[in-house]
């Protein structure tokens, strides 16, 4: 069921909406072959090496980019999430058409500055991705928060993070 704003949606937006609602997963080949990205970018968040950490992610988008064929994009690890009026910010999808689109995720809360959980920032880092694949693989117009969308995070996150009965990454 789409969210209230649907309704106010122009004939073309609704057709993006629904077209996105649609695709349910993102089919990675060989996604096995990331695995020790995943566990590389899991031990930087533990020792708190942001360097590390965007190296990590950035290796990881590029490669999730070259497995579905799709333009590379830029991947900024900040430290501190910014404010917002009423939450945090934890991770921003940009294009403008001149450069390379640029990804930005940030490793710390904004309360605490403590490091996020690896969980929660291998999702944030996917739900940008999933922004990138939605205009670079699957042609949208635009990239709406749909119940699809989230189901492609969640389908790119499972074949990643292969369920092992723990949290850690099986190589």
Request: aromatic share 8%; with cysteine; charged share 25%.
């Amino acid at each position: 069921m789409p969210f209230a704003y649907y309704r106010s949606l122009s004939r073309k937006d609704k057709a993006t909406y629904d077209a996105s609602d649609r695709v349910s997963s993102v089919a990675l080949p060989r996604a096995e072959a990331l695995h020790p990205i995943v566990d590389i970018l899991r031990q930087s968040l533990e020792r708190d090496d942001r360097v590390l950490v965007e190296a990590a992610a950035a290796q990881l988008v590029l490669g999730i980019g070259a497995l579905l064929e799709v333009d590379p994009v830029e991947v900024k690890v900040l430290a501190v999430r910014p404010a917002l009026r009423s939450s945090e910010l934890h991770g921003l999808y940009t294009r403008d058409g001149k450069g390379r689109p640029r990804i930005q995720v940030w490793m710390r809360t904004l309360r605490l500055k403590r490091v996020v959980a690896f969980r929660t920032f291998l999702r944030t880092l996917l739900h940008e991705v999933c922004h990138h694949l939605d205009y670079a693989l699957f042609g949208l117009e635009d990239s709406f928060h749909t119940q699809g969308f989230f189901s492609r995070e969640s389908s790119l996150f499972k074949q990643l993070v292969p369920a092992s009965g723990t949290d850690r990454v099986v190589v």
